[in-house]
Structure formats: structure tokens, C-alpha cells
């Protein structure tokens, strides 16, 4: 595991950028194409934006990319909750990607976990039996949710399931979510977080006693792949080791 801190949070979204871009260009020339997990909340939009316009636009064989979610809210894709509709408006209606490669977590006249089901088996066929991303980013929330990985919720003791999807009562909705299984098996886990908000959750997540229940970004731990938090210095204020 890495952590790095960076002074301005302009830095920290040109360090996530280049992670992509990176990450892109190994699996391309490994596979022949990436496998991306794009996190939802407002921790993406700046890099998202970076990766729409030169010089990282031009670094990536976007016919090449295929674009799945590490979780969604159950709502429409014009909804304004809907991750895909920020990652839409902040990046893939600026680059290249074929439609067919745009994989939603989200479908019409279909029961959330008919669907989560349903793309548990898209990523079976696109991942292949070993299931490993090139790359997921995440998020983490003020009480150490990551992806749809809420404090509390039975979704946090999955074992098998790639997929899930599960009423939130907090948040009276439907959330759908990879489970941390399939997201340990990624090849690279870039956390992106920052500000005030942020502090407490990352001091417990990385320096707390094991409390997964509590702080559920403790159960992302790869398997085989690397794991990095990109951070700015507010949000880190509270770590005793930087």
C-alpha cells in the first residue's frame, strides 16, 4: 500500500490522470484493452476532466477502453445522483469510447438485484473466471463507505457475489455495488479523496483498530495488485504516519 499526499488538490487530480493513463497503456499493450471501474461523488470530476483534454486525452486508445462503475444509486442515468451521468457529462461524451463499451450499472423495467445479477455475468464474460480489473477507482465517505459498502449492511460479509444490490434504508434507495472480493482482485486500487470531511474516516481506515463493520474501506486489501490513496494534506492531517 501507498499513500501520497499532495499540497493542492490540482496535484492530487494530475497524479489520479496520469494513473489512468498509465494503467491504460500496460494493459493495452499486455491485453490488448482496459478494464476501468470509475467511482461516482465529486472526488472524480477534475481528473475526469483532465483525461477529456490534452495532453492525457491523446495518451489513450479509447476504442480500446471498456468502462464499468465500482457502484451506483438504483435511479435513472439522466437523474442528477446517477454517477453515470457525471462521468458522462465530465468525460466519456468527450472521448472516444464505443457505446457498446459503456457499461451501465443501471436498466429500466428491471428489479435492481435481477440486474445486479445480470452484470455480475457481463463481468464474468469480460473479465474471464479471474475477474480482475486493470483498474478501480474509489471514493470514500465520511464514515468510511467505499463504492456501496456501507457501515453495517450485509453486503460486508459477501464472499461469493461479484455483484450486489441491496435497499439502503438510510438513503431510502436501492444501491447496486461490486463487492470488496471482486474489487480486491483488481491489479491496481487507486483510493482519491480530500478535504476536511475526510480526515477522520482515513485515520480510522488506515490507522484504527480492524473494524471493517465500522469502517468498511478496510476490507480493500488486493489480492495481487497494488493499492494507492491519492490525498491532499487537509485529509491527511490526521495520520500519524504521511
Same mark, same amino acid.
Given at each position: 500500500?501507498?499513500?501520497?499526499?499532495?499540497?493542492?488538490?490540482?496535484?492530487?487530480?494530475?497524479?489520479?490522470?496520469?494513473?489512468?493513463?498509465?494503467?491504460? $497503456?500496460?494493459?493495452?499493450?499486455?491485453?490488448?484493452?482496459?478494464? =476501468?471501474?470509475?467511482?461516482?461523488?465529486?472526488? +472524480?470530476?477534475?481528473?475526469?476532466?483532465?483525461?477529456?483534454?490534452? +495532453?492525457?486525452?491523446?495518451?489513450?486508445?479509447?476504442? $480500446?477502453?471498456?468502462?464499468?462503475?465500482? @457502484?451506483?444509486?438504483?435511479?435513472?442515468?439522466?437523474?442528477?445522483?446517477?454517477?453515470?451521468?457525471?462521468?458522462?457529462?465530465?468525460? &466519456?461524451?468527450?472521448?472516444?469510447?464505443?457505446? @457498446?463499451?459503456?457499461?451501465?450499472?443501471?436498466?429500466?423495467?428491471?428489479?435492481?438485484?435481477?440486474?445486479?445479477?445480470?452484470?455480475?455475468? &457481463?463481468?464474468?464474460?469480460?473479465?474471464?473466471?479471474?475477474?480482475?480489473?486493470?483498474?478501480?477507482?474509489?471514493?470514500?465517505?465520511?464514515?468510511?463507505?467505499?463504492?456501496?459498502?456501507?457501515?453495517?449492511?450485509?453486503?460486508?460479509?459477501?464472499?461469493?457475489?461479484? =455483484?450486489?444490490?441491496?435497499?439502503?434504508?438510510?438513503?431510502?434507495?436501492?444501491?447496486?455495488?461490486?463487492?470488496?472480493?471482486?474489487?480486491?482482485?483488481?491489479?491496481?486500487?487507486?483510493?482519491?479523496?480530500?478535504?476536511?470531511? $475526510?480526515?477522520?474516516? &482515513? $485515520?480510522?481506515?488506515?490507522?484504527?483498530?480492524?473494524?471493517?463493520?465500522?469502517?468498511?474501506?478496510?476490507?480493500?486489501?488486493?489480492?495481487?495488485?497494488?493499492?494507492?490513496? &491519492?490525498?491532499?494534506?487537509?485529509?491527511?492531517?490526521?495520520?500519524?504516519?504521511?
Amino acid at each position: 500500500m501507498a499513500i501520497q499526499v499532495f499540497k493542492t488538490t490540482e496535484e492530487q487530480n494530475i497524479a489520479a490522470a496520469e494513473i489512468f493513463v498509465e494503467a491504460a $497503456k500496460k494493459a493495452i499493450s499486455r491485453s490488448g484493452k482496459f478494464n =476501468v471501474a470509475l467511482t461516482g461523488g465529486s472526488s +472524480p470530476v477534475k481528473f475526469h476532466k483532465l483525461l477529456a483534454e490534452s +495532453p492525457y486525452r491523446e495518451q489513450v486508445e479509447w476504442e $480500446k477502453v471498456s468502462i464499468y462503475w465500482g @457502484d451506483e444509486r438504483w435511479v435513472p442515468l439522466d437523474d442528477d445522483k446517477s454517477n453515470a451521468k457525471m462521468a458522462e457529462e465530465t468525460l &466519456l461524451s468527450h472521448v472516444p469510447i464505443p457505446a @457498446d463499451q459503456i457499461h451501465f450499472m443501471w436498466a429500466a423495467d428491471v428489479e435492481p438485484e435481477d440486474y445486479a445479477a445480470e452484470y455480475e455475468q &457481463l463481468l464474468r464474460d469480460n473479465l474471464g473466471p479471474e475477474g480482475s480489473f486493470d483498474l478501480i477507482f474509489l471514493g470514500m465517505g465520511y464514515d468510511g463507505h467505499t463504492a456501496s459498502l456501507f457501515p453495517g449492511e450485509a453486503v460486508l460479509s459477501e464472499k461469493d457475489k461479484w =455483484v450486489d444490490a441491496y435497499f439502503l434504508a438510510p438513503q431510502d434507495m436501492y444501491r447496486i455495488t461490486l463487492t470488496a472480493p471482486l474489487i480486491n482482485k483488481a491489479k491496481k486500487i487507486a483510493f482519491v479523496l480530500y478535504g476536511e470531511k $475526510k480526515i477522520h474516516a &482515513l $485515520k480510522e481506515v488506515l490507522e484504527g483498530e480492524h473494524n471493517p463493520t465500522k469502517y468498511p474501506s478496510q476490507l480493500i486489501k488486493p489480492v495481487n495488485g497494488e493499492l494507492v490513496f &491519492l490525498v491532499d494534506e487537509v485529509a491527511a492531517s490526521g495520520l500519524a504516519n504521511k
